[in-house]
């Protein structure tokens, strides 16, 4: 039998204590970033990757890694671990990624052009299923839900890396139900990078570009009943893009790193209050990179991956941020 002397009741508060403060726990107040486990790579870190939640878990999957991977990462919210699913269909990057009814879809990206595809993973299964692909080819979309349905839009032609040019003003619903896609009203502009959410039954789009050159700070908003666009929700502090996902805490929209073509892998962190229609500057995520994944989970904005200071030199950091 244990003897629960003092003595040893002291130890083993102290072990608790050492067990306690060496888990990994979320920032404990607004404004915190926390380091989490990396994110698994071969090489020195993976960009570009779809990622999205899928209830407590979030898939990044394919990404580029010293290459376009096909790996299906899971990670673990609460037990800070990472773990791989099947591979998917193909390998690809810098397409998008979001989450319905259970199931993780990735639209678009590349293989030696740009692709149409779009693909769904269920993680209970741990099965890829091949669905109807778009009419358009995009690398660099913006990729939202609304509904019943998942809408892509704009992105670019040419495959060669962000804001490389052939960036797309066009649009396209997918009925998740009939597996059928369908076109919508053009984005006001032709722009390629940008990052979408949906709020209020709305899809707002944050930046993007048309070349290296090129940037810009654009809000649009997109409303899925009337099949109409409004431009004028207040624009970005400043112009960025290739940041390909933003994550959401009630009516807030937090754009965090990307590119604004002279840094190609800023620590920005800026909230668009939909409310207010105003932005605030929110504190900077530690390892300013661009071609992120990001995704919203418990109060706490997830930053995944990314690549710094030039795009494929890519990293493996895993950062969350409580606002």
Not at 85 to 98: F, H, K, L, W, Y
Not at 104 to 133: H, M, N, Q
Not at 135 to 163: D, E, W
């Amino acid at each position: 039998m244990t003897n629960f002397s003092p003595k040893n009741l002291s130890r083993l508060t102290v072990s608790l204590l050492i067990l306690i403060l060496a888990m990994p726990v979320l920032g404990d107040k607004p404004g915190t970033w926390t380091e989490l486990a990396p994110v698994p790579h071969g090489f020195i870190g993976v960009e570009g990757m779809s990622v999205a939640v899928v209830g407590d878990r979030i898939i990044a999957a394919l990404g580029f890694d010293a290459g376009d991977t096909n790996k299906t990462r899971i990670y673990d919210i609460a037990g800070d671990s990472w773990s791989f699913g099947a591979n998917a269909p193909g390998t690809s990057s810098e397409g998008a990624g979001v989450s319905h009814g259970g199931l993780f879809y990735t639209a678009g990206g590349r293989f030696i052009g740009s692709r149409k595809d779009l693909w769904s993973y269920d993680p209970e299964s741990d099965i890829w299923t091949v669905l109807a692909p778009m009419s358009q080819a995009r690398t660099g979309l913006a990729l939202a839900v609304a509904g019943n349905a998942i809408y892509a839009f704009g992105g670019r032609t040419n495959p060669g890396g962000p804001c490389s040019g052939g960036a797309l003003a066009s649009a396209e619903r997918y009925d998740i139900d009939k597996n059928v896609w369908t076109p919508i009203a053009p984005m006001p502009f032709a722009l390629s990078d940008r990052a979408a959410a949906t709020m209020g039954g709305k899809i707002f789009l944050f930046g993007g570009c048309v070349n290296a050159f090129t940037f810009v700070a654009d809000v649009d908003v997109y409303d899925p009943v009337t099949d109409t666009w409004s431009t004028a929700p207040t624009d970005m502090p400043g112009p960025r893009a290739a940041f390909y996902a933003v994550g959401t805490k009630g009516d807030a929209v937090y754009a965090i790193g990307g590119w604004n073509g002279v840094v190609p892998g800023v620590q920005t962190n800026q909230a668009y209050h939909v409310a207010k229609d105003n932005w605030t500057t929110e504190t900077p995520m530690p390892v300013g990179r661009a071609e992120t994944g990001a995704a919203s989970h418990g109060g706490q904005i997830f930053i995944i991956g990314g690549a710094k200071p030039g795009f494929g030199n890519s990293v493996p950091n895993n950062e969350a941020f409580k606002p």
